[in-house]
């Protein structure tokens, strides 16, 4: 018996629809059983290494708080440096030269906003969990 490509198709696509619908169920139980709850699902993500268990909304924010400046003060830290490596190879370019010394300065200042961000928040830690 001959056969098109036509009905070659047919036939597949037969084939990968039947099995798609095979699957159908399964996965749709999954997804409107319910699933794990939301306490099931926080201890699930607290014990993936490297995350910790925050006990409250505040604790979460200030760890995130921290972590930004952390990764601000890190990369201030890298553009000083971009900068002071551009101040060297100016070689006498004025104008290269006076571009790399306002970025060291205004990264200056930024850590500077940086360190006393960091300040806050602990003051405002501090005042919240009332510790002197």
Do not use: C, W
Request: charged share 15%; aromatic share 6%.
């Amino acid at each position: 018996m001959g056969y098109t490509l036509a009905t070659l198709s047919f036939k597949a696509s037969a084939r990968i629809a039947a099995y798609l619908h095979s699957l159908a169920p399964s996965a749709g139980a999954a997804v409107f059983d319910g699933g794990p709850s939301i306490d099931e699902s926080a201890n699930e993500v607290a014990s993936i290494p490297g995350i910790s268990h925050q006990s409250n909304l505040m604790d979460f924010v200030i760890s995130i708080i921290t972590r930004v400046l952390d990764f601000v003060t890190l990369v201030a830290v890298i553009v000083v440096i971009v900068a002071g490596i551009r101040l060297i190879v100016s070689m006498g370019n004025d104008e290269q030269k006076d571009k790399a010394k306002k970025s060291i300065i205004y990264m200056v200042i930024g850590l500077a906003v940086i360190i006393l961000s960091r300040i806050i928040v602990l003051f405002v830690v501090n005042i919240f969990n009332g510790t002197p």
